[in-house]
């Protein structure tokens, strides 16, 4: 027998969201963004399920070799470009796509002219004041591209800030700051996050680069993921694995910040921070045991939880636990951890199998 902890994922989930994806945006093309192994979910899975993207995103050189060594002949995008020159001769023998953001990059191409990558993204900072070359270098930006002839596609891409605010107008002057530097040049364009497909169609532009929706979490603020009709792809399963009766005023687990108001059941379940769950989830954070939500109790351990079995008296060594997917928001536990989605899937621990269910 092995340790219960494990993460079940669900392929037609990843379709359905990607459906969403789709109908969303119907007339733009999808680089699903499949960086941080793929949001935690498996990096290679990610890919080779989703065989109807028209493209992958990824943060960096190694993960898209990653997905070409997976068998993945599709475009691929690298979030950040590329670091240092010796990474140029693998960008142009696997036909990786690197985000152009600073004057360091455009100088290393300009230096190695015969291991140009076939096609780059010119990326504009329109407000995110993150990466990316101010709209007013482009024209100049381009006239030196335009003089290596290595490279056959260039295009353009910018990346919002606010975009999960819908009532943040800072998105729409992201867009219209783009589109009055870039609509007259034709080049192929891409702006829009998941948050941006969902909320801002004027931004879906021919490419778009959804994360977290296809992964099933909410992308937008004060929006569940089920209000989008988004799936959770990964449900992160447990068990019981002790269940004690304890009595009034006994302390749980390290520090025994929860001490036991009355008599009363105490489960153990099978995950810690060293599987990925929150260390910072606090008492109350909910989990599902048998289908039915109990409240967190006590310290999260590296390899333990502790929960307060009061509404669940039958409970049993070996019961399920799920401590988040199916029946149990991510977005509802990372808020009550204090974090995002995003951290709690891509911190899943490379000790926890991924089980791919049929
Ligand atoms: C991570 C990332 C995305 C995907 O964002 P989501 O919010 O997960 O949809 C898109 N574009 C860029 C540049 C990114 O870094």
Redesign the pocket.
Known sequence: MARPARARLDAQALHHNLQQVRSHAPTARV?A?V??NG?GHGLAWVANTLKEADGF?V?STEEGMQLRLAGVIKPIML??GFFSSDELPALQLRQLAP?LHNEQQLHLLESHPAALPHAVWV?LDTGMHRIGFAPEQLTDVLARLRQLKGIHDIRA?T?FAN??DTANAATRTQIELFRSKVNSLGLET?L??????VAWPESHADWV???????G?S?LLGKTAEELNLKPVMTLESALIAVHHRRQGEAIGYGGDFVCPEDMPVGVVAIGYGDGYPRHAPAGTPVLVNGSRVPLVGRVSMDMITVDLRAQPKARVGDPVVLWGEGLPVDEVAAKAGTIS?EILCHVAERIPRVVMK
């Open positions: 680089l963004v960086k941080a949001y995103a943060a979030l950040e985000v990326k891409m990346h975009a999960d891409s829009a996050n998941s948050a941006g497909i680069r959804p994360g977290i929706m296809l992964y979490g992308p995003y």
